[in-house]
């Protein structure tokens, strides 16, 4: 039988064993998928003694998808380039190799949800500066995106990505740093708006964003999931523009690790999706 885990701290309010746990059941794998509560400073250590702990990979969450890249033996591009990793496994000759799915899971339900999106819909708004902004630049950039305006609470850090991925870009203001108090007036320039911020999940403020010049061709998307619909969502639906929440990203960002480990790719269906939302406290 083969094991794979999650491996966070805290972990207890992870989704992934719930999607797992269903297409190992969907698909009739002999298989078990657990969570594993890892304390900060100890990632490394465990994803090293990924063998002897009896599992063939493990998916990564926070605060330990640098450690795991820094564990790995190989890492894949989209890892190196995001600076993190978030799913492991363990390849014939038992190296540990890391990858990031956050982006492709970001692209894959955007082009699920939005397929009128594409990357010539210039420019794109991310918010945020966290790891899931930079997996969502990383994507953009993947996926051909001409210009990209970013801005965060901390500009400090909107500028520090904008430089990282700079040079990555056909021209050095491919990214380019919109001021937190102007993001709203970058709003009416934008065919694609992002949200990676955590503003708008259960708990935290709604994400404040003026919708007044929200282009009618504009897709808007929020990767917070919980609650699936959240404020800025809900606004965005009410002008009857396009929407995508996160989580199709969510259930996309699983599919790699999953084929990895147990050697299916899965799909991403209806069934599934209601499963997890229904965890959600929306189906
Ligand atoms: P992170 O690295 O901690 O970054 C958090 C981001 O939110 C930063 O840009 C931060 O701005 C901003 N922020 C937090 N509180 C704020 C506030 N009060 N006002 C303004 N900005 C605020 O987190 P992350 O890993 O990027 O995750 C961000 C969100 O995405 C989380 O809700 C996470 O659950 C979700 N997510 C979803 C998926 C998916 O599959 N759908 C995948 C990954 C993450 P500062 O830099 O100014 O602090």
């Not at 298989?31 to 599992?55: C, I, N, Q, T």
């Not at 794109?124 to 995106?145: D, F, K, M």
């Not at 909107?158 to 740093?177: I, K, Q, R």
């Amino acid at each position: 039988m083969k094991r794979a885990c999650v491996i966070g701290w805290p972990v207890e309010h992870s989704r992934s064993p719930l999607i797992h746990r269903y297409w190992l059941k969907q698909y009739g794998i002999d298989g078990a998928y657990e969570k594993e509560a890892v304390p900060p400073g100890e990632a490394e250590a465990f994803l090293r003694a990924l063998a002897e702990r009896d599992y063939v990979g493990a998916n990564v969450t926070l605060p330990h998808k640098l450690a795991a890249l820094q564990a790995a033996d190989v890492a894949d591009e989209a890892a190196y380039a995001i600076g993190a990793a978030n799913a492991v496994w363990l390849d014939s000759a038992g190296k540990l190799n890391a990858t990031n799915t956050d982006a492709a899971g970001f692209m894959a339900n955007l082009n699920e949800q939005a397929p009128q999106w594409n990357a010539s819909r210039q420019p794109a708004l991310v918010i945020g500066a966290g790891g899931a902004a930079r997996a969502i630049l990383y994507a953009l950039l993947e996926a051909g995106a001409a210009k990209v305006l970013l801005t965060n609470r901390t500009s400090e850090r909107a500028s520090a990505l904008a430089d990282y991925f700079g040079p990555m870009s056909v021209t050095p203001n491919w990214v380019e740093v919109v001021d937190w108090k102007n993001r709203s007036l970058a709003v009416g320039e934008c065919g694609l708006i992002v949200n990676a911020t955590s503003l708008g999940m259960t708990g935290e403020k709604p994400l404040e964003l003026d919708l007044a010049r929200l282009r009618e061709d504009a897709v808007v998307a929020d990767i917070v999931y919980a609650p699936l619909v959240t404020p800025l969502l809900a606004a965005v639906r009410d002008r009857g523009r396009a929407t995508v929440d996160g989580l199709g990203m969510l259930l996309h960002q699983a599919v790699p690790g999953f084929e990895r480990w147990f050697s299916v790719r899965p799909e991403v269906t209806p069934e599934l999706r209601s499963h997890v939302a229904a965890s959600l406290g929306s189906a």
